[in-house]
């Protein structure tokens, strides 16, 4: 699914800045996994909230491992990793960050992020349901609107392999509207009951 825009899921963001990056700062290094990034709006969104939560040398630990199947396009690892985005995406940015990460594109009505925010995200295709890790030992994964579009059983074995894949004490965060499914749910706290974040027991 490509369409989304920057900081389209403030609440589950602010989750993010209050419960996850306060332990993850305490690793050597930051590792998160936005599993189904679309073009992404998404993974550069939760670095610029690392950045803004982040001491200097603290944020140079960071890395952000975006997948996608990119089925149609072909183009997200291109878009990801030149950073630029059309006015559309950018528009619900707060202000103040907006002015601090963006600056206008060339290209009318497109805006560029920061450097610093594009060199720590990565992009990669990947298949979700081949079952297979790309990083072990995640602090963070992330995966919004694809686990919708999965049958329960597949559903399932995606989120036993996140849980596999996440270092102790990891977080998962998923769409609002997709609860934990019971035969999972013995897998995971979730760390408030207003979002969909979870942390691996």
Known sequence: MAFTYFFRDLATLNAIKEHVIPELRKHKYMNVWDAGCAMGPEPHSLAIIFKENLGYYEFKRLKIYATDLDEESHEFGKIIAEGIYPEESVKRIP??????YFSPNNKPGHFKIADE????????????????????NSGLIVCKNVLLHL???????????????LAPGGFLATEQTQKMPGRTAYLFRQVTPKVQLFQKV
Not at 117 to 136: A, G, M, N, P, Y
Not at 151 to 165: A, G, L, N, P, T
């Open 151 to 165: 049958q329960e059983s597949e559903r399932i074995d995606v989120i036993k392999m996140f849980h596999k894949s």
């Open 95 to 100: 202000g103040e960050i907006f002015a601090k």
């Open 117 to 136: 925010i594009i060199q720590c995200v990565s992009f990669q295709k990947h298949d979700l349901r081949t079952l297979e890790s790309i990083w072990d």
